[in-house]
């Protein structure tokens, strides 16, 4: 049966029942005549069609498709046509695609006649067609599903890469920020790393609100406070996997750069001796002052009209408050232009909050190998000034 004799047998139901609904208004006869009518009107079309293909299956249940190799130039050129129009978000319409890919190798290879109808659902369809037919649907419906998958992947990938290109300046403030808290040692000598996530939540706030669409706390929740993002939209959860990725890479490296692990077993005494050869290395004039009544410092460095007095701490744990008390009144008594912290270890939260607002500059483990950097940037900053 075409399809115009088919839409002109629903819309006659469905005229019927509207015709009951007129002569019988206010009536729940007529209302439910009507309801029934367009439910049949409706389901008629697709009726009719799988009624068809059993009948065409049930008269010949062993034929086979007369499709050629699937490898044949027009079938290829056809799925590849539709693979090509896929797009990522297509997901709820790649149904409708495996469909109208399977009919218009129908028509190419003259089979159309047992191919889905337009409005047909596909597992219906399938369950009353050859094996060979069965098989070609299936062959589709993971291809297209694959090619939707990978360019959903795709835009996901160059969604993260625009976030992370567009605010770098975040990202290495946060590795900055991070590399801190992370390094300080808890109470058992460990490596806080349960500040991480809190921190990553942090950098994705500052990075959401740049991009003028901040993130919720209800976003943020599950990354706060179990240390995943299920909650977070998927380009800022993706994000956050590569954050934590990086920092890992940046934190690992840090590490790595790191002075040899045998600092750890110089006296005192050998320890402001190697931080000597480092200044002086790098230009300084180093002295040494009296073992005792050395009034907080260490090591006295003069280099361009600059003097700075140095406290040298050979720790295991982190350096609290007393070394920056230290070496702040060691400034007044040598008339010094700074006062530096130089240790092989970490600080705590109080030495860097009272180094802050004393301009007191503390060097921990890993800086003290990146040392010849750091001072020449020093050297240069103040030739500025």
């Not at 067609?129 to 996901?156: D, I, T, W």
């Not at 050869?277 to 280099?303: E, F």
Request: aromatic share 6%; proline share 4%.
């Amino acid at each position: 049966m075409d399809r115009t004799k088919k839409f002109g047998i629903s819309a006659g139901i469905i005229a019927t029942g509207v015709l009951c609904e007129v002569l019988f208004p206010n009536s729940a006869a007529g209302a439910t005549i009507l309801t029934v009518c367009i439910v049949v009107g409706l389901m008629l079309p697709p009726l009719l069609d799988s009624l068809s293909a059993a009948e065409q299956t049930m008269r010949n249940p062993t034929a086979k498709s007369p499709a050629p190799n699937p490898q044949s130039a027009s079938r290829a050129d056809v799925v590849d046509r539709y693979l090509r129009s896929i797009r990522a978000g297509d997901s709820g319409e790649l149904e409708n695609k495996v469909r109208d890919c399977l009919r218009e190798i129908a028509a190419c290879e003259n089979w159309l006649g047992q191919a889905p109808s337009e409005w047909e659902r596909l597992r219906q369809w399938r369950r009353l067609v050859s094996p060979e037919l069965r098989g070609l649907a299936l062959m589709l419906e993971e291809q297209f599903l694959k090619r939707q998958q990978e360019l959903a992947q795709l835009k996901l990938e160059q969604d993260t890469d625009r976030l992370w290109h567009a605010h770098l300046p975040i990202i290495n403030k946060f590795f900055e920020i991070a590399e801190r808290k992370v390094s300080i040692l808890d109470d058992y000598g460990d490596e806080r790393w349960d500040v991480l996530p809190r921190e990553i939540s942090a950098c994705l706030l500052k990075i959401s609100t740049a991009e003028g669409r901040p993130l919720s706390y209800q976003d943020l929740r599950t990354l706060r406070k179990y240390g995943h993002g299920l909650s977070l939209p998927e380009n800022y959860r993706s994000l956050a996997t590569r954050l934590e990725a990086a920092f890992r890479e940046y934190h690992a490296a840090s590490r790595s750069d790191m002075p040899d692990q045998r600092l750890k077993d110089l006296s005192g005494s050998e320890f402001e001796v190697h931080v000597a050869h480092v200044l002086k290395a790098n230009g300084y004039d180093v002295r040494g002052t009296p073992v005792t009544g050395d009034q907080g410092a260490d090591l006295i460095a003069s280099k361009a009209g600059k003097t700075v007095v140095v406290q040298a701490k050979c720790y295991n744990g982190a350096v609290g408050n007393k070394a920056v008390q230290e070496v702040v009144a060691a400034i007044n008594f040598y008339d010094a232009s700074e006062g530096w912290v130089i240790t092989n270890s970490v600080f705590t939260p109080a030495a860097k909050a009272l180094a802050q607002k004393n301009n007191v500059r503390l060097v921990d483990g890993s800086e003290l190998a990146r040392l010849e950097k750091a001072m020449q940037a020093s050297g240069s900053n103040t030739s500025s000034e």
